[in-house]
């Protein structure tokens, strides 16, 4: 008797209740348009870009051709330059300070 009567409560309870259950792809969605927003802020811009005319994607040849020697010059300076050590990257000092107990100082 008593168990019928708390699951009467209960769903009485359960149809009251103001709270929505939460759409995780609309909350999704919406993240991702207000990223995109953002961006679009950032850039200046009001709508997202359209294609680019015919032709403006390919580049020329000169402009190829220096950004190939670019990439391959970096490449044979990279070969060239020595292995970092690891040992680098760590603090060579060690700096102690220290600590006295409380009350025990002036």
Do not use: W
């Amino acid at each position: 008797m008593e168990l019928a009567v708390l699951l009467a409560l209960l769903g009485a309870a359960r149809a009251l209740s103001t709270c929505r259950t939460l759409d995780l792809e609309a909350a999704k969605r919406k993240r991702i348009e207000a990223v995109r927003g953002q961006i679009l802020s950032k850039l200046r811009l009001g709508s997202p870009p359209g294609d680019p005319p015919e032709g403006f994607s390919s580049l020329p040849e000169e402009i190829k051709a220096l950004y190939n020697s670019t990439q391959e010059l970096l490449r044979q300076r990279a070969l060239l330059r020595p292995p970092e050590d690891p040992e680098d990257y760590y603090a060579k000092e060690l700096h102690r300070f220290p600590m006295e107990p409380p009350g025990e100082g002036e």
